[in-house]
């Protein structure tokens, strides 16, 4: 059963595209002031760094023209399930919540983490609505939901 009704998909997925972009938009300015104090600790570095690896990690398996930030597949995209996909289903939407983690670590810790937190809700709204038309779309995606997880290998 589909969590978003077809007819408001469209809608609601441009709408949680544009939550996510302004949550994002939100963690950066917030984590301005410690930018450029060149206040930036070891573990903010270090989940930025495993953001963009797993970026790019994601890009070689996933090509850009492949996918796009809105969760409606593309009529000509392929469903990839090698490499990266093979654990995790939303590879891209786990290096945006590191690298807003690490954002969130150079902010005030209350408004940073509440960020993060509705940045992590948008995303997880985000990927069901994709889910949803993912399985519309290609009849082998329920069953390979069943053995990757959503954002982290062997948990979630």
Same mark, same amino acid.
């Given at each position: 059963?589909?969590?978003f009704?077809?007819?408001?998909s469209l809608?609601?997925?441009t709408?949680?595209?544009?939550l996510q *972009?302004?949550?994002?938009l939100? %963690?950066t @300015? /917030?984590?301005? +002031?410690?930018?450029?104090?060149? =206040?930036?600790?070891?573990? &903010?570095w270090?989940l930025?760094?495993?953001?963009?690896?797993?970026?790019?990690?994601?890009?070689r398996?996933?090509?850009?023209g492949n996918?796009?930030?809105?969760?409606?597949?593309k009529?000509?995209?392929?469903?990839?399930?090698?490499?990266?996909y093979?654990?995790?289903?939303?590879?891209m939407?786990?290096?945006v *919540?590191?690298?807003?983690?690490? %954002?969130? @670590? /150079?902010?005030? +810790?209350?408004?940073?983490?509440? =960020?993060?937190a509705?940045? &992590?809700i948008?995303?997880l709204?985000k990927?069901?609505?994709?889910?949803?038309?993912?399985?519309?779309?290609?009849?082998?995606y329920?069953?390979?939901?069943?053995?990757?997880?959503?954002?982290?290998?062997?948990?979630?």
């Amino acid at each position: 059963m589909a969590l978003f009704p077809t007819q408001k998909s469209l809608h609601t997925g441009t709408l949680l595209v544009l939550l996510q *972009l302004g949550l994002l938009l939100l %963690l950066t @300015l /917030l984590a301005l +002031p410690a930018i450029f104090r060149f =206040s930036i600790p070891l573990s &903010a570095w270090l989940l930025a760094m495993i953001a963009v690896a797993l970026a790019f990690w994601t890009l070689r398996h996933n090509r850009v023209g492949n996918f796009s930030i809105h969760p409606k597949p593309k009529g000509s995209g392929v469903l990839v399930t090698g490499g990266l996909y093979h654990w995790i289903r939303h590879p891209m939407y786990s290096s945006v *919540l590191l690298g807003a983690a690490a %954002l969130a @670590l /150079l902010s005030n +810790p209350l408004a940073g983490w509440a =960020s993060w937190a509705a940045l &992590a809700i948008v995303l997880l709204l985000k990927s069901s609505l994709e889910e949803d038309w993912l399985q519309q779309r290609h009849p082998g995606y329920a069953a390979y939901m069943q053995h990757s997880k959503r954002f982290l290998p062997w948990l979630f």
